[in-house]
């Protein structure tokens, strides 16, 4: 027989089980708007059958339920689109970053403008060409230096300030570090507050949010792969144990360990006088513009295998030294590209200036030949950019404008001074390159490119640039437009709706009204029993 108060107990189970419903809408609607938060959801239950089997279970036609609990509260999360998200964040954080630093870098050339390299070299070659019909007018003599000048200053402008922001992007990688190693060490913290909860029983979801909001964050920084450990004790079938999270290198390889449940690994990167040991990150510009290496838990890893992400994208941009030796990165390779082309175009320049005769009468009533024109870059072409200057003791007379000896005014140089843009690398170093009145050959095999011209090299450099930044922006693009579509998937699943909870508030508020008009009922048919059974005969 089933006992009297049975559907009092059932009706009381649904009342408890609808109120605990509601207090979990409740806190979905107030934390409607909080970063990180993921909808919960009550896991309804229905309590065992009676009467159980058993040897001394009672002779009823069959079981009766007994009502309804709350099993759990549950986080409605899809591990699958969280994976989804962290990789496109993963990308995203990468171009976004290189495309930072290559608009960056369009923005110090400034090219096509009316005050870029190319516009100072135009003003330059010009004058050589004005030079060239009067070469005795002095006002013309005194534009071809000042003109010089300006190309020099250009070269030091555009030298200066790419080391300006190259200098930023070490002090950016530092704060990268930084922030990612703070990720790291919370990460590690709330596992261990989750590793004290779990084997008791509970669920705790608030830290959860906590936990996936920063691994969320450290993917902006590098790839990484989460395994999951069981938490000991006794912990629910729902709980979601431990993360131990793992680098991945750029070719999909697992690397080294960042985090082993509440011990975190620091990444450390090392680079001429970058590497604090004390504070395991990056604490200053390395002094010689160049990453070597990154370390973690002990494990060092080759900045060209190192993970994708905003740190990686950093780094390209700073410079790096590869499993050679040789200095790679944007900026490193822009700045290599200019003292080359400063250093080719000055040692280009003097030779052929060299070549021709200045206003500078000699006893014998012949000219004095022409001297060096741009100083300061000697016979490496490292630093020439930074270096390159207009010799001081320079002046109008001293410019080498005519050919022949003896004839000053036929500007004949002046001429061979303005095709220099225009002079092939290739044929300057077999020396085949013939200059207007001069008979010597020209033979320069120091130059550090081995073809082209000035002109097409560094239309070559900013072609180049351009190239790079669009395809940077575009995939930028892309990577954000796939981790939005993500999101708003990851939001349709895992963010609270105001407009659900409306209705679910409203469900559950029947419900439990539905329970407690059981509760009078039952309290009804006791009533009859009690009071209203047992009177007849008195």
Known sequence: ???????????????????????????????????????????????????????????????????????????????????????????????????????????????????????????????????SANPENDGARSVVI????????????????????????????????????????????????????????YVPNDLYDERDRLVDELSTYVDIKIDVEKSGGNPSKIAEGIYNIKLVNKDGREGPSLIDGSIPHYLEITGGEASDPTSRILDKVPSNDSLKTLEVNGQKINIEDFSQGKIRGLIEGYGYEDKTGELKGTYPKMLDDLDKLAFTFATIFNAV????????EKADGTFEMGKEFFSGIGTDYKGAAEKITVLDSLTNKDIAASGPNGEPGNGLNAINLSNIKNMDFAALKKGEVTL?????????????????NISTKYQSIIGTLGVDAQQANRLTSNSGNLLQSVDERRQSVSAVSIDEEFINMIKYQQAYNASARNITIVDEMLDKIINGMGLGGR
């Open 1 to 131: 027989m089933f006992s009297t108060f049975h559907g009092l107990e059932t009706a009381k189970r649904g009342m408890n089980t609808q109120q605990s419903a509601l207090y979990v809408t409740g806190q979905n609607i107030s934390n409607a708007n909080t970063l990180g938060y993921t909808r919960q959801r009550v896991n309804f239950e229905a309590t065992p059958a009676y009467p159980a089997a058993s040897m001394n279970r009672p002779q009823i036609p069959g079981q009766m339920g007994t009502g309804v609990q709350a099993g759990s509260i549950q986080r409605v999360r899809e591990s699958f689109i969280d994976q989804q998200y962290r990789g496109e964040n993963n990308k995203f954080g990468y171009w976004s970053t290189k495309a930072e630093s290559l608009a960056k870098l369009e923005d110090i050339m400034n090219e096509p403008s009316d005050s870029g390299l190319s516009a100072a070299m135009g003003q330059f070659w010009q004058a050589l060409q004005d030079l």
């Open 146 to 201: 000042q003109r010089g000048k300006a190309v020099a200053e250009t070269f030091h402008y555009l030298n200066d300030s790419l080391k300006g922001v190259q200098k930023d992007l070490g002090n950016e990688i530092s704060v990268s570090v930084k922030n990612m190693n703070s990720i790291l060490e919370q990460i590690a913290n709330v596992n261990k507050q989750i590793s004290e909860i779990e084997p008791h029983g």
């Open 353 to 360: 200036h060299e070549k021709g005769y200045t206003l500078n």
């Open 436 to 452: 207007e009145g001069i008979t010597d050959k020209l033979i320069l095999d120091n130059l550090p490119f081995d073809s082209g």
